[in-house]
């Protein structure tokens, strides 16, 4: 599923070595296509982003990401939200819920193997606010061997920006939060890890991580690669 975006460019304080990577999942290492999507608002005289205004308002989007409802619940949740905008007809806002919900994606091939050389040094542990499907999505993606770990809101029933599960993540890397470096598109989830002490990055492309990486983004020698690459 998607999640909410933020637009504001800033960096916290860098690391010269962290003791673990800790990721988010959704804009930085996964990309949604929601062309279609937008093509259906069109076509539905509807303000293009509409959809995933709705969708994505917290008493909407939170139970899902807190795995209380299934994707098809929040797809009904974004039809009631969108009927008024239809005319009451559930249907075709039923259809701009599907569209989100089934949306395709990829994964950034530049993260991904900056994220793989980084874990041939340190742990790497993926943090995501995201859905029960998350582990089918993973397999999709062919990243099922990408992280150490991986910290979801649904499994956890606790979201970013909630301490909580920051302090999980960094349980779960084995390392202090003061030596975590965290990455993720939204500031406020940032700002949340940089309260606990963690080195936080805004991302907004693939050389704010490499940057933040440092040495970690080049190639490991080939020894330590094929001892610690899973």
Same mark, same amino acid.
């Given at each position: @599923? ?49 959809? @995933? ?9 939170? &139970? ?8 098809? $619940? ?14 009451? !007809? ?32 340190? &742990? ?20 099922? !061997? ?26 779960? $890397? ?23 002490? @963690? ?6 492309? &693939? ?24």
């Amino acid at each position: @599923m998607l999640n909410h975006q933020e637009h504001n460019h800033q960096h916290s304080k860098q690391s010269p070595a962290p003791g673990a990577v800790l990721c988010d999942l959704d804009n930085v290492i996964r990309f949604y296509d929601t062309a279609p999507l937008a093509a259906r608002e069109r076509e539905a005289g509807l303000p293009v982003g509409l959809t @995933m205004e709705v969708a994505y308002a917290p008493e909407i989007d939170l &139970p899902l990401l807190l795995g209380r409802i299934t994707p098809d $619940a929040w797809v009904e949740a974004i039809a009631a939200g969108l009927a008024e905008r239809t005319g009451g !007809d559930r249907e075709p806002a039923r259809a701009l819920g599907r569209a989100l919900a089934e949306a395709p994606f990829r994964a950034d091939a530049e993260v991904v193997a900056l994220l793989r050389r980084a874990r041939t040094h340190v &742990p790497v542990v993926l943090v995501t606010n995201a859905t029960l499907q998350l582990d089918d999505d993973l397999a999709l993606l062919g990243l099922t !061997d990408l992280a150490d770990a991986v910290v979801s809101s649904a499994v956890e029933q606790v979201a970013k920006p909630d301490p909580a599960i920051y302090r999980i993540a960094a349980e779960r $890397a084995g390392v202090p939060a003061e030596r975590c470096l965290f990455v993720d598109d939204r500031q406020e989830n940032v700002d949340a890890a940089t309260a606990l002490g @963690m080195t936080g990055v805004l991302y907004r492309e &693939p050389a704010d991580l490499r940057r933040a990486l440092g040495p970690y983004a080049f190639e490991a020698p080939a020894r330590l690669r094929s001892s610690t690459c899973g």
